[in-house]
């Protein structure tokens, strides 16, 4: 559309230059209009973004900054500041070992509200922090056996010329080749890693939790070593200080044993976060494998019924009288609960307002249309914020279908139409054989109101 200077107002000058502007391009495959993460960049949920660890770390400090001004400063207690601590961590964790308690109403009625505080906020920190140790570990492990696996394959095409040529060797020697040893072939290694994968799935719980135990060794094993060394310092044996160690990170927390010296103390409050975070993890994990058996058995028995017709319309979700593969896929998830359905309808909703065209595919002319549309709005909501807008346009009918909002409808619905008459066009094009009107501008500045 070419602005005009007529009575129309699609000579204002902040039209014109909307119209004639290029529609804005994408600065890589991954970013969107504005530089912002696009749907394939990626995607981390909030509890492990680094939003969530800068709000742990300030509620951390404000915690710890209270539990100090109150027990050392303001209540009667008046203990160091490394006791104000070393309790603030007790209290958090939920170990409660009872060495340190508040004697006054006023002190227990701030503890309470400090120790809600705590562990509402600190807590969710917890089992990030020992969820995020055991993957950690478990990457390194895989990643070393990664390594490994390479190793071996390297060696074996290193040893390959070197068998061959004691193949021939051995046969020339006047010796059956039969007898000679022989390597591995890939459908054997095939079979022996499907055998291997089977014996896994079919050993016991017990021999499951045996090799998470294993896999999680280090990180409990430096655990394990840090309450030694504790208790080692405050004089205690060694069945003592692994039963403190224990009882501290299931957070049981009996009191019968706790550490008096201020120094471990101090140590204390880095330490008790680690071992409830891993030992809380680890008993997790654990649990999680129980009811991953039980729910793998629950799978395979329902993967083994059979389809039926009510199956069929059960699935069909769009009454077309065919069950598509989004619609048997949707209904696996949801059925094997991996999924909520309002989760799926939240994506299916999401689809559709991506889908500017209509034509169920996502395409470079809904990136267009998408592009045009929050141009369009942006600038058009600018105008209907003036004063001076209202006034011009007024509240006639005519005016009002002449008024930019009518403008945009009417452009974009003229874009949408074009994009489908270039698509049909293109589709009959290419079934007589000729090439298509792929070639035609499709610049907004192209349309008419």
């Given at each position: 559309?070419?602005?005009?200077?007529?009575?129309?107002?699609?000579?204002t000058?902040l039209?014109?230059?909307?119209?004639?502007?290029?529609?804005?391009?994408?600065?890589?495959?991954?970013?969107?209009?504005g530089?912002?993460?696009?749907?394939?960049s990626?995607?981390t949920?909030?509890?492990?973004?680094?939003n969530?660890?800068?709000?742990?770390?300030?509620?951390?400090?404000i915690?710890?900054?209270?539990?100090?001004?109150?027990?050392?400063f303001?209540?009667?207690?008046?203990?160091t500041?490394?006791?104000?601590?070393?309790?603030?961590?007790?209290?958090?964790?939920?170990?409660?070992?009872?060495?340190?308690?508040?004697?006054?109403?006023?002190?227990?009625?701030?503890t309470?509200?400090?120790?809600?505080y705590?562990?509402?906020?600190l807590?969710?920190?917890?089992?990030?922090?020992?969820?995020?140790?055991?993957?950690?570990?478990?990457?390194?492990?895989?990643?070393?056996?990664?390594?490994?696996?390479?190793?071996?394959?390297?060696?074996?095409a290193?040893?390959?010329?070197?068998?061959r040529?004691?193949?021939?060797?051995?046969?020339?020697?006047?010796?059956?080749?039969?007898?000679?040893p022989?390597?591995p072939?890939?459908?054997?290694?095939k079979?022996?890693?499907?055998?291997?994968e089977l014996?896994?799935r079919?050993?016991?719980?017990?021999?499951?939790?045996?090799?998470?135990?294993?896999?999680?060794?280090?990180?409990?094993?430096?655990?394990?070593?840090?309450?030694?060394?504790?208790?080692y310092?405050?004089?205690?044996?060694?069945?003592k200080s692994?039963?403190?160690?224990?009882?501290?990170?299931?957070?049981?927390?009996?009191?019968?044993?706790?550490?008096?010296?201020?120094?471990?103390?101090?140590?204390?409050?880095?330490?008790?976060?680690l071992?409830?975070?891993?030992?809380?993890e680890?008993?997790?994990?654990?649990?999680?494998?129980?009811?991953?058996r039980?729910?793998?058995?629950?799978?395979?028995?329902?993967?083994?019924?059979?389809?039926?017709k009510?199956?069929?319309?059960?699935?069909?979700?769009?009454?077309?009288?065919?069950?598509?593969?989004?619609?048997?896929?949707?209904?696996?998830l949801?059925?094997?609960?991996?999924?909520?359905?309002?989760?799926?309808?939240?994506?299916?909703a999401?689809?559709?307002?991506l889908?500017?065209?209509?034509?169920?595919?996502?395409?470079?002319?809904?990136?267009?249309?998408?592009?045009?549309?929050?141009?369009m709005?942006?600038?058009?909501?600018?105008?209907?914020?003036?004063n001076?807008?209202r006034?011009e346009?007024?509240?006639?009918?005519?005016?009002q279908?002449s008024s930019?909002e009518?403008?945009?409808?009417?452009?974009?619905?003229?874009?949408?139409?074009?994009?489908?008459?270039?698509?049909?066009?293109?589709?009959?094009?290419?079934?007589?054989?000729?090439?298509?009107?792929?070639?035609?501008?499709?610049?907004?500045s192209?349309?008419?109101?």
């Amino acid at each position: 559309m070419q602005p005009s200077s007529g009575d129309g107002h699609e000579g204002t000058p902040l039209l014109t230059s909307l119209i004639r502007s290029p529609t804005r391009r994408c600065n890589n495959n991954n970013d969107i209009i504005g530089g912002a993460p696009s749907l394939t960049s990626g995607y981390t949920d909030y509890l492990h973004s680094s939003n969530a660890l800068r709000l742990v770390l300030m509620h951390g400090i404000i915690y710890y900054t209270l539990a100090v001004i109150l027990y050392s400063f303001v209540l009667d207690t008046k203990w160091t500041i490394i006791d104000s601590l070393y309790f603030a961590t007790v209290l958090f964790t939920t170990i409660g070992y009872g060495d340190l308690c508040p004697v006054s109403d006023l002190g227990r009625l701030c503890t309470m509200g400090l120790a809600l505080y705590g562990i509402v906020i600190l807590g969710i920190f917890l089992g990030i922090y020992g969820e995020t140790l055991l993957e950690n570990q478990t990457s390194t492990l895989s990643k070393q056996q990664t390594a490994l696996r390479k190793g071996v394959v390297q060696a074996m095409a290193q040893t390959a010329d070197e068998a061959r040529s004691f193949m021939r060797e051995y046969s020339a020697g006047g010796k059956r080749a039969s007898s000679a040893p022989t390597l591995p072939t890939s459908n054997q290694l095939k079979n022996r890693n499907v055998s291997e994968e089977l014996n896994c799935r079919e050993r016991g719980l017990v021999a499951d939790v045996g090799f998470f135990i294993l896999d999680e060794l280090p990180i409990l094993t430096l655990v394990s070593l840090i309450g030694l060394t504790i208790g080692y310092l405050e004089g205690w044996d060694p069945i003592k200080s692994i039963y403190w160690t224990m009882i501290t990170g299931t957070t049981v927390g009996l009191g019968d044993e706790a550490p008096q010296s201020e120094y471990i103390r101090l140590g204390c409050v880095f330490f008790l976060p680690l071992c409830v975070a891993v030992l809380g993890e680890v008993l997790s994990k654990i649990a999680e494998l129980y009811l991953n058996r039980k729910r793998r058995i629950s799978q395979e028995e329902f993967f083994s019924r059979t389809l039926t017709k009510a199956d069929l319309v059960t699935m069909d979700t769009d009454q077309d009288g065919d069950v598509s593969k989004a619609e048997f896929l949707s209904y696996m998830l949801v059925t094997l609960q991996l999924v909520d359905q309002e989760d799926i309808d939240e994506i299916d909703a999401l689809f559709q307002k991506l889908d500017k065209d209509g034509t169920g595919v996502l395409s470079q002319a809904d990136l267009g249309l998408m592009d045009f549309d929050q141009t369009m709005t942006r600038s058009f909501a600018k105008l209907a914020l003036s004063n001076s807008l209202r006034d011009e346009w007024g509240s006639s009918p005519v005016r009002q279908r002449s008024s930019p909002e009518g403008m945009a409808g009417r452009i974009a619905s003229n874009w949408a139409r074009r994009v489908q008459r270039r698509r049909v066009s293109e589709a009959e094009a290419s079934q007589n054989g000729n090439a298509g009107p792929t070639g035609q501008n499709l610049s907004i500045s192209s349309f008419e109101p």
